[in-house]
């Protein structure tokens, strides 16, 4: 099954005038989406299309964070990424020098990718933020298990990094008076 397949109901759809509407940097004139509206209205319809085919069919309002894991991890199915098991020799190592067995799953980075993506369609799409089930704490919760779990398995550190600074420059401070005051050069060389 394509994890990427159109949905025909309407009932599950973003409505296409939010969405273009919804990136206020681009100009006007513009028709033709971006890539990220895209990929957020093909992954919106992949959601939309599990629902669907969810047994027994669960409509967009009843959705919860535990449908987003059901979802999450049907997707694994789909993944390239080579998560080594505890018990396989290559644990830890981020390039093994041949195969083994060990299953293939979405990396963590596509899977918080993938949220946010759909977190911004479901509130485009009419849902209220507060009820937004990609936003619940479940969620949340498996995304920092699967990058903590990967990040073990596969020797990648997922450490957040930490946005330099810079340098401090010293400002003169002058009192803030609101009326200008002129300075004069001692007399000497000037140029």
């Not at 093909?42 to 009843?62: G, V």
């Not at 190592?93 to 067995?101: K, L, T, W």
């Not at 930490?162 to 609101?178: C, D, G, L, V």
Request: proline share 12%.
């Amino acid at each position: 099954m394509d994890p990427y397949a159109e949905v025909e109901s309407s009932d599950y759809s973003i409505n296409p005038n939010i969405v273009a509407s919804a990136s206020s940097s681009s100009p006007p004139a513009a028709t033709t989406p971006s890539r990220y509206e895209n990929q957020k209205r093909r992954d919106w319809n992949t959601f939309c299309q599990y629902l669907k085919n969810h047994r027994p069919p669960l409509a967009l309002s009843r959705c919860s964070g535990a449908n987003v894991l059901e979802f999450l991890r049907y997707l694994d199915q789909f993944g390239k990424t080579k998560v080594h098991t505890p018990v396989c020799p290559f644990y830890g190592h981020p390039n093994p020098p041949c195969p083994c067995p060990c299953p293939l799953r979405q990396a963590w980075g596509s899977l918080d990718a993938l949220i946010g993506r759909l977190r911004a369609a479901y509130e485009e799409s009419g849902g209220q933020p507060e009820m937004n089930p990609f936003g619940a704490r479940a969620v949340r919760l498996y995304l920092r298990e699967v990058r903590d779990l990967q990040s073990k398995a596969r020797g990648i550190s997922y450490e957040k990094k930490k946005r330099k600074r810079p340098p401090q420059q010293e400002h003169q401070q002058f009192p803030n008076n609101s009326s200008f005051q002129a300075f004069t050069l001692p007399p000497g060389d000037h140029t």
